[in-house]
């Protein structure tokens, strides 16, 4: 689990640095005559596109989120596991993000990479970093980095892992609970798109069921019968073909951005994803489903992966 993090940061990483350095030319860059210096080829037509995915490898930390969050109050019953984590998570998540934003701001104030670069927060000062550190981040502002939308999303999350799995853990239906929340929030979703009700979902409500399907894997594991081992017992020439099908599943719709786009922002879908896409009906939010899950499944129950 630490590796596949380890791996999707470096990943988002990399997605920031391509839009920042090395981005595909917009078509007002083409209208205006900048050339600007793309990824090759090989890394915008195929699946290699997963390794600078940011926004796949968003998905994947949320299921690593609502797997480990819960996995040991799973295992354990304890409620201390519950609380404990509770108290813990702002601290954990707040300290890091504080020291990040000191360097983002010490860096600015002298002027290091020039003035351009800082123009969004340019006009910050000391009682800002303070108090977007402590607070600002965590209910939403990506005033200071775009990135840290996400933060927000992980420490209230968080909260709700830790009540569903208190909830509904000494339930024997619990596992059609988890499948019914999901279902309930991908519903609202799906009548607000298509115009059936007038709702606006928040970008945490949006994500939550990702959590959540890592919370139903969490359990999962917990129990004295693991479902999963009878994947993990199969013979060889089963899981050939099963693991192949779950890496075809990750690396083809865990890479396709669902932008219509190819060589550059201005181009058709390349032919890869416009066919695997079923000519681009399939829905971004499922192709990222099931690439997440496809390799989280790997991660465990494939000791090569």
């Known amino acids: 689990m630490d590796g596949l993090r380890g ?6 990483y990399l997605s920031h640095f391509f839009i920042e350095f090395y981005h595909e030319q917009t078509a007002d860059e083409r209208d205006g005559g900048i050339d600007v210096v793309a990824p090759p080829e090989f890394l915008k037509k195929t699946p290699a596109k997963i390794l600078y995915h940011g926004y796949f490898w968003v998905f994947v930390f949320f299921i690593l989120s609502g797997f ?27 300290l890091p993000v504080l020291v990040i934003l000191s360097i983002y701001y010490t860096t600015m104030k002298f002027d290091l990479y020039g003035a351009k670069t800082y123009d ?7 009682f800002d970093l303070v108090f977007d550190g402590l607070i600002g981040t965590w209910f939403g502002d990506q005033s200071w980095i775009l990135a840290t939308w996400t933060l927000s999303i992980e420490l209230i999350a968080t909260f709700m892992v ?4 208190q909830t509904v853990v000494n339930y024997r239906g619990r596992f059609f609970l988890y499948l019914g929340i999901i279902s309930f929030i991908w519903l609202i979703e799906l009548m607000g798109y298509v115009k059936m009700i007038e709702i606006y979902l928040s970008k945490m409500m949006v994500h939550l069921p990702i959590f959540i399907v890592g919370v139903f894997f969490a359990d999962m ?21 099963l693991n192949t099908l779950l890496l075809f599943i990750f690396f083809t719709y865990g890479s396709w951005t669902g932008e219509g786009h190819c060589l550059t922002t201005y181009d058709e879908e390349c032919d890869y994803w416009y066919y695997t896409t079923l000519f681009g009906y399939i829905p971004k939010a499922f192709a990222m489903y099931a690439a997440a899950v496809s390799i989280f499944l790997l991660a465990l129950t494939s000791e090569w992966t």
């Open 162 to 165: 830790y009540l569903i799995a």
């Open 68 to 94: 480990v969050l819960p996995l040991r109050f799973f295992v354990t019953r304890k409620s201390t596991c519950i609380t404990g984590g509770t108290f813990r998570r702002y601290f954990r998540l707040m």
């Open 7 to 12: 791996f999707g940061a470096f990943a988002v």
């Open 120 to 126: 969004r927060i340019k006009k910050k000062r000391f």
């Open 221 to 241: 594991e917990s129990l004295p019968k693991r479902p999963l081992d009878k994947i993990r017992m199969l013979s060889i020439w089963w899981k050939i073909p």
